[in-house]
Each structure stands twice: as structure tokens, then as C-alpha cells.
């Protein structure tokens, strides 16, 4: 099992940015893919990006390309989601989660392990 711990949620107003940290203990070496995702009131929870820990490969969700960036320091353990030119509709809980199956999914049931979350407001 991977514990998973967020941070770097806040406030902030439509145009600027904040970094989501997310730090994975435990069984971590099983993990092949770090991924956030995210959930607004009323609605299902989204895939965001995600990244291989192996390959360097990552991924994401069309309306945050080339907005959002995913990175990951595997000797911290942590996985970064760096968010620029944010959006009120980015506004959402965001969930740092892993996913110890070898192919890659956007589907959140392929993934194991979970953190609490963080809330990002984005205020027009």
C-alpha cells in the first residue's frame, strides 16, 4: 500500500497559478503511475494528468495542456502538479492518487491508493 499526502491547495484568482505537491510512503517502488485528479460539487471525479515514474511519460487531460505541467522526484518521492493560468472552472478538490498497474488508464478505478485531497478555489 502507498500513502499519499497532499498539499499546496489555496485561493487563488483566475489568471494566476499554484503547485500541488503530493509525497507517496510506503510501498512506493510498486506504484508505475502517479496521477491527480479532481472533483467539483455535483460532479464525478476527473483525470487531470498523471506520470510513469520509469519512463518519464505523462499525460493529461486536454483543458489543463499546456496549462498544467505533472512532474515527479522520485529520491523525494513527491509528485508536483504545477498549474498556471488557472480557471474557475479548475476549481475542484484535487486528488493525488497511484496506480501500480504497468498500462497506463485515466480511469480512476485503476488506481490504488488515494490521498485526502486539497481544495484549489479560483476566484473570477
Known amino acids: 500500500q502507498v500513502q499519499l499526502v497532499e498539499s499546496g491547495g489555496g485561493l487563488v484568482q483566475a489568471g494566476g497559478s499554484l503547485r500541488l505537491s503530493c509525497a507517496a510512503s510506503?510501498?512506493?517502488?510498486?506504484?508505475?503511475?502517479m496521477g491527480w485528479f479532481r472533483q467539483a460539487p455535483g460532479k464525478e471525479r476527473e483525470f487531470v494528468a498523471a506520470?510513469?515514474?520509469?519512463?518519464?511519460?505523462?499525460y493529461y487531460l486536454a483543458s489543463v495542456k499546456g496549462r498544467f505541467t505533472i512532474s515527479g522526484d522520485n529520491a523525494k518521492n513527491t509528485v508536483y502538479l504545477q498549474m498556471n493560468s488557472l480557471k474557475p472552472e479548475d476549481t475542484a478538490v484535487y486528488y493525488c492518487?497511484?496506480?501500480?498497474?504497468?498500462?497506463?488508464?485515466?480511469?480512476?478505478?485503476?488506481?490504488?491508493?488515494w490521498g485526502q485531497g486539497t481544495q484549489v478555489t479560483v476566484s473570477s
Open positions: 492518487a497511484a496506480n501500480t498497474k504497468p498500462l497506463f488508464s485515466s480511469d480512476p478505478k485503476r488506481f490504488d491508493s
Open positions: 510506503g510501498r512506493t517502488f510498486s506504484s508505475y503511475h
Open positions: 506520470i510513469s515514474w520509469s519512463g518519464g511519460n505523462s
